[in-house]
């Protein structure tokens, strides 16, 4: 029954154009963008040798998560408990968590899909080297994936209504961008505003996923902050969440 579920929401997912294009493609289209300008493809002495668009692979990763978990999740979840669909489900045999499961499984793997086209991309692209630890790598992303499922949960208990979750949402979602370094990488912050940035769930891992891209283990306390923060924000969603 759960996978029936899971096809659905798959098959729904995609009738969706503003999450397809928003979730899987921007976040490349954004490389893209920025990888055209000829200065950005230069060496620069301020990023330690690195290009431009080398260091913004990275906030593209992180891009898609933060729109797959702050934007698309809520405004679905809060949308199904609206209409009632969520309270209609629980008197049949597929329990809401069922669903619940199925939405996160889709845009995890969503946001796994965006983070694999951007790699590619940047790598095809633009010659931005493949990151040097890949299990390192590939363990920051997941926690990042599952720290953005988790903010998408608490905002979606925290909604009785889409136009609610999309007021929240898009209150999280800026500053969040913020910290995973969309306006201004990491690398280029002052080292207090780093520091500060480190500690929250995007800004450490945006932190971790620099250090796998450079060939270091990311640094246990950028881990530790993601699940630290993915501990917290999980219980708060079930504290918090209704299915009416």
């Not at 699940?227 to 504290?239: D, E, F, N, S």
Request: net charge positive; charged share 10%; hydrophobic share 55%.
């Amino acid at each position: 029954m759960s996978t029936a579920v899971l096809k659905t929401e798959v098959r729904l997912f995609r009738r969706e154009p503003g999450a397809l294009f928003w979730i899987l493609l921007f976040p490349t289209l954004l490389l893209v963008i920025l990888g055209s300008i000829p200065s950005f493809r230069q060496h620069q002495a301020d990023l330690g040798g690195l290009r431009t668009v080398d260091v913004y692979v990275p906030v593209a990763v992180l891009l898609g998560l933060i729109v797959g978990g702050l934007q698309s999740m809520p405004q679905t979840l809060t949308g199904y408990r609206e209409r009632g669909i969520l309270r209609r489900t629980a008197t049949t045999p597929v329990r809401p968590n069922t669903l619940l499961s199925a939405q996160m499984l889709v845009y995890g793997g969503a946001s796994l899909a965006s983070a694999l086209l951007v790699l590619v991309v940047g790598r095809l692209g633009f010659d931005v080297p493949v990151p040097k630890q890949g299990f390192g790598y590939a363990l920051a992303l997941l926690l990042a994936v599952l720290v953005a499922l988790a903010l998408g949960s608490v905002v979606s208990a925290l909604s009785r209504t889409t136009k609610i979750a999309g007021a929240i949402g898009s209150a999280v979602f800026f500053p969040s961008m913020f910290c995973a370094g969309v306006w201004a990488p990491v690398q280029t912050m002052p080292h207090v505003l780093a520091r500060i940035v480190g500690c929250t769930p995007f800004g450490a891992a945006a932190q971790a996923l620099n250090q796998a891209a450079a060939g270091h283990w990311p640094g246990w306390s950028h881990l530790g902050v993601l699940v630290v923060w993915i501990l917290l924000l999980t219980g708060a969603a079930r504290r918090w969440f209704r299915w009416e």
